[in-house]
Structure formats: structure tokens, C-alpha cells
Nanobody, 125 residues
Framework: VQLQASGGGLVQAGDSPKLSCTAS????????MGWFRQAPAKEREFVAT????????LYADSVRGRFTISRDNAKNTVYLQMNNLKPEDTAVYYC???????????????????WGQGTQVTVSS
């Protein structure tokens, strides 16, 4: 399984970039997907997760109302639309796939089986 994230870069506060993550996996539509982020000197933290169908989503309090997770199962891709970015959103953003082998809460890192390489998002004020 390989996950390839893209869409990061240097942006201004208030900008609205969109991250993408494409999975090289069979039956992508069977699996929950998640986004996490890790800022310098901090632990990797949950951002958002979406169910296999896209019908259920969860968000961290810090991004709820500003970020939207979505997926296109025909393209094996999950997205993270980030609106009204703030400097504190600066981090490496990782996508991950939950193949149902662990059964943990989907807001926890341990729930996920594979991770992408990460894409840096830097928000300047």
C-alpha cells in the first residue's frame, strides 16, 4: 500500500489550499481515511477522518468549521480542503489508511495501518 500526498507549500494566513492523497490500494472504497499533522517539536495530532463511503466525518476541535475532508473513491483519493489558514496550522500533513485491522478509535494514530510521506504546509502571517 502506498499513499502519496500533495498540495502543500508556503501560503498566506487566510488562504485556502487543498491537499490530496492518492492511495495505491485495491478496494480503496472499503477503507476509512484520515489526515494528521505534526508541527515542529510536537506530537503528530489528529486532524480529520472520513468513513469508507464518505458519509461520516470527524474533525479535531482546532480545525472544525475551517477544514473539510472528502473523498473520491473512483480516483482512490482523499482530500483536505483547508480554509482560513492560520500560522498555527503550520505542520507536515500526513494521510493515512485504516484497513480495519486494529479497531482503534479513528482519531488515534494507532488506528491506521499505512501512512503517506507527508506534505509540508507553512502558513505565514
Amino acid at each position: 500500500v502506498q499513499l502519496q500526498a500533495s498540495g502543500g507549500g508556503l501560503v498566506q494566513a487566510g488562504d485556502s489550499p487543498k491537499l490530496s492523497c492518492t492511495a495505491s490500494v485495491r478496494a480503496f472504497s472499503n477503507y476509512r481515511m484520515g489526515w494528521f499533522r505534526q508541527a515542529p517539536a510536537k506530537e503528530r495530532e489528529f486532524v480529520a477522518t472520513i468513513s469508507w463511503s464518505g458519509g461520516s466525518t470527524l474533525y479535531a476541535d482546532s480545525v472544525r468549521g475551517r477544514f473539510t475532508i472528502s473523498r473520491d473513491n473512483a480516483k482512490n483519493t482523499v482530500y483536505l480542503q483547508m480554509n482560513n489558514l492560520k500560522p498555527e496550522d503550520t505542520a507536515v500533513y500526513y494521510c493515512a489508511i485504516d484497513m480495519g485491522t486494529k479497531g482503534y478509535n479513528p482519531t488515534l494514530r494507532n488506528a491506521y495501518d499505512y501512512w503517506g510521506q507527508g506534505t509540508q504546509v507553512t502558513v505565514s502571517s
